[in-house]
């Protein structure tokens, strides 16, 4: 489950970025008698997030903020749980 999303403070962009990731996965490979492949399990063992960049300006590294989802982390009084690391520079 997703916790946060990212925000550009360049331009106020809260929909669409470019994300690379480094992942490591265990799958199971399911091939077909013709030897056509469909993966029907993945399990992500680990992922990174390698940049983000802003895909309206272009902006990336410290431009990019990772924020709580409204309603995620917040307490009683419905104040944010503490700031969020942004991503690695890009």
Do not use: K
Not at 21 to 35: C, E, N
């Amino acid at each position: 489950m997703t916790t946060s999303r990212y925000r550009c403070t360049a331009c106020g962009n809260l929909t669409r970025f470019d994300v690379t990731t480094t992942r490591r996965t265990r799958a199971f490979w399911h091939y077909t008698v013709g030897g056509e492949r469909s993966v029907e399990e993945e399990q992500v063992l680990d992922a990174v997030v390698d940049s983000v960049v802003c895909r309206w300006c272009s902006a990336s590294g410290a431009a990019i903020e990772e924020i709580p989802l409204p309603g995620v982390g917040e307490g009683a009084d419905g104040a944010s749980g503490g700031a969020v690391s942004p991503p690695a520079a890009g």
